[in-house]
């Protein structure tokens, strides 16, 4: 999507103008003078439009207005106008014109600050997305036609400014996230995901990949064991962003990356298993953060660690029952072998605290349906050995408009996870507090390290979106929320 920001809607062919609740017109840029706001208050008053969020009405252009026609988006109320509500009313706009056949969406922001005009940008961009890829048979009248986002700015100069300083590589960084998400595992395999993940260095990233040899020789042997059933290698990708000050301590994200999930030997259902191309998505979120960070020069030391691996039942495959030595020594009985994100995460985990002794580690992962159970569909959970991390991310989620929940982690359901014959199982007794017994086993591969575990499964992937700026399909969660916290909380 081509970005560009003007003095002037001159020419418009959809000029979109935010209404606040009440059918209060936000600002006109010049274009609407009195004649033209009374056409358009007229317009709105012979229709339901009120201005409520997300909510849009187009009308044909007013004389005076060099526009071939008007996208009233509502901004609702005008004392709760944030950057949430800008986001959703520009993307809003976007959706409301998308197959009108009109090339470029003027969004008319002279009334804001060049920071809200650049967000304005920012937030049609992450609504235009769209992985077509593979769709080589839809006809012109069937795929959007904006191809230009036009933002009316007082100072075109500053919000372009703004907008090249932070929003757009976080945008890019939110659809490059959501591409991996959207990709399909035969395509998607832990090879060319490690592949891709390389080719970020033309960012600044420094980029490292671990075969399974490299792995074998470390002693990755749980992650190791959810892919011997795969033909596919197993891989993981370490990414380094030095942006702080040289030899300061690193903050760190794992994500787990199972590329496909068949549940190995203990098989799901096929009912929905063409789902679980999307069980990477923790890993996503992770990619996705480290790409933002470079894209937009955070001054910060970060690392981010994703353990690549597909989960198959193959005659090699792991089977219930196995007991695995860990990264860390500690041994594992593997109950179920669909259990097996905990798996990946406990060597990534146990390999990041010992190599790169970070202020902090935060893994995200699509770990379980109880999550789902818990939370529905639209909150992430989230569990802590720290209440200062732990705030953190929480405090950064309502900014970019992605939700997630605190869930407690009690002493006392350690002993779901003990084995009788090892020293931990990778799953608890039944189906009770699945979310936390999966924390609880992260837990015990921090080693005390300040630690957060962020469950993505309900908020990975959405079928039916209720939000302008997130398409159905790939999500890219967590990206915005991490880029937040790393700004908010622990950039110089």
């Given amino acids: 999507m081509k970005i560009e920001f003007v003095a002037s809607a001159a020419a418009a062919k959809a000029l979109a103008v935010l209404v606040h609740e009440g059918r209060v017109l936000a600002g006109s840029g010049g274009q609407l003078d009195v004649a033209s706001s009374g056409a358009l208050t007229r317009a709105m008053g012979a229709s339901r439009f009120t201005g409520g969020s997300n909510s849009t009405l187009i009308v044909a252009a007013p004389h005076g207005v060099d526009a071939n026609v008007v996208v009233l988006t509502g901004a609702g109320a005008s004392d709760r106008f944030d950057d949430l509500a800008l986001e959703a009313a520009a993307g809003a706009a976007y959706h409301a014109v998308k197959m009108s056949g009109a090339s470029v969406l003027t969004i008319d922001a002279a009334h804001l600050t060049a920071d809200q005009a650049a967000r304005a940008a920012f937030a049609a961009r992450l609504a235009s997305y769209?992985?077509?890829?593979?769709?080589?048979?839809?006809?012109?009248?069937?795929?959007?036609?904006?191809?230009?986002?036009?933002?009316?700015?007082?100072?075109?100069?500053s919000a372009e400014h703004a907008y090249g300083a932070s929003h757009s590589a976080v945008a890019e960084a939110v659809e490059f996230a959501r591409d991996l998400v959207a990709e399909p595992a035969n395509v998607l395999y832990p090879a060319e995901y490690a592949k891709r993940v390389k080719g970020l260095e033309?960012?600044?990233?420094?980029?490292?990949?671990?075969?399974?040899?490299?792995?074998?020789?470390?002693?990755?042997?749980?992650?190791?064991?959810?892919?011997?059933?795969?033909?596919?290698?197993?891989?993981?990708?370490?990414?380094?962003?030095?942006?702080?000050?040289?030899?300061?301590?690193?903050?760190?994200?794992?994500?787990?990356?199972?590329?496909f999930d068949t549940g190995g030997i203990s098989i799901k259902p096929a009912e929905?298993?063409?789902?679980?191309?999307?069980?990477?998505?923790?890993?996503?979120?992770?990619?996705?953060?480290?790409?933002?960070?470079?894209?937009?020069?955070?001054k910060v030391n970060a690392v981010g660690v994703i353990g690549l691996v597909e989960n198959m039942p193959d005659g090699n495959a792991t089977r219930p029952g196995d007991i695995v030595?860990?990264?860390?020594?500690?041994t594992v009985e593997i109950l179920n072998t669909?259990?097996?994100?905990?798996?990946?995460?406990?060597?990534?985990?146990?390999?990041?605290?010992?190599?790169?002794?970070?202020?902090?580690?935060?893994?995200?992962?699509?770990?379980?349906?109880?999550?789902?159970v818990s939370l529905g569909l639209e909150y992430a959970g989230v569990f802590s050995n720290s209440d200062e991390l732990a705030n953190n991310f929480l405090a950064a989620g309502p900014k970019v408009g992605e939700n997630a929940w605190r869930m407690p982690i009690p002493a006392?359901?350690?002993?779901?996870?003990?084995s009788p014959i090892a020293d931990v199982k990778n799953m608890g007794n039944g189906r009770a507090g699945g979310s936390i017994t999966a924390a609880l086993f992260l837990q015990r591969f921090t080693n005390g390290t300040p630690w957060a575990h962020i469950d993505i499964a309900p908020t990975a992937w959405v079928k039916d979106s209720k939000s302008p700026t997130v398409p159905d399909g790939a999500v890219g969660w967590g990206v915005r929320t991490l880029d937040r916290m790393v700004k908010d909380s622990y950039e110089a």
């Fill in 130 to 157: 769209r992985f077509l890829k593979y769709r080589t048979t839809l006809k012109a009248d069937k795929t959007p036609s904006i191809e230009t986002i036009r933002v009316v700015a007082a100072d075109p100069k």
């Fill in 272 to 298: 929905g298993m063409e789902e679980m191309k999307w069980d990477m998505g923790g890993s996503a979120a992770v990619v996705g953060l480290m790409h933002a960070l470079a894209g937009r020069k955070a």
């Fill in 202 to 259: 033309k960012l600044g990233l420094e980029v490292e990949i671990l075969g399974e040899k490299e792995l074998e020789k470390l002693g990755f042997r749980t992650l190791l064991a959810v892919g011997q059933g795969s033909v596919r290698e197993s891989q993981v990708a370490i990414m380094k962003w030095n942006g702080g000050a040289k030899g300061e301590q690193p903050i760190a994200f794992v994500g787990k990356g199972v590329c």
């Fill in 412 to 418: 006392a359901y350690e002993r779901h996870i003990d």
């Fill in 338 to 372: 669909d259990a097996e994100g905990r798996l990946v995460l406990a060597d990534c985990l146990w390999y990041t605290q010992d190599r790169f002794k970070p202020k902090f580690m935060l893994d995200l992962a699509t770990l379980t349906g109880a999550m789902i």
């Fill in 325 to 330: 030595e860990s990264l860390s020594g500690q």
